[in-house]
């Protein structure tokens, strides 16, 4: 969001706004979470929050008016807000009685790769063909992984 608002000319202070819009929407959907779950499976809850962040993703390079990306910014945070704990529940209730740490600990490492190894590699492809490729490939995969994940909340997996 940095890179995509300095290229439109937007000063830090509203570049902040915009990414403290974000972090408003996770702290929000933090809160409502509980009951948000007993209300909605977890699995279709983790399908619509992964197809709602990869829309938005994908919208971000589209957008240049500041209101609309704030209101972008926070259907995100909403979008990914409630994904880490709902991961983190299921992987530890699917895994094998005893090995929860195992589980959560592979996730941990993971996690810590790719943390290092995208932001590398879509600064190397921002860098070469501009961040709205980047923002899309990013929405697109998170769509994908959407569509892909419906199978299992119908029960086909």
Known sequence: MPIHGS????SASTIGLILGAFGSAVFVFSLILPWVVRLVDERLLLVVTMA???AMLAL?????SVPLLIAVSFVLGLGLGGTQPIIMSMLYGAAPAGRGGEAVGMRTQLLNI??????????ALG???G???VFI???VALLWGAWYSRKDVK???
Do not use: D, R, Y
């Not at 290229?7 to 937007?10: E, N, T, V």
């Open 7 to 10: 290229a439109l000319k937007l």
């Open 52 to 54: 709602i962040s990869g």
């Open 60 to 64: 971000i390079p589209l957008m240049t």
């Open 114 to 123: 790719t943390q290092a190894a995208v932001p590398l590699t879509f600064g």
């Open 127 to 129: 860098a070469w063909f």
């Open 131 to 133: 961040m709205a490729p």
């Open 137 to 139: 490939a990013m929405g």
């Open 155 to 157: 029960g086909e997996g």
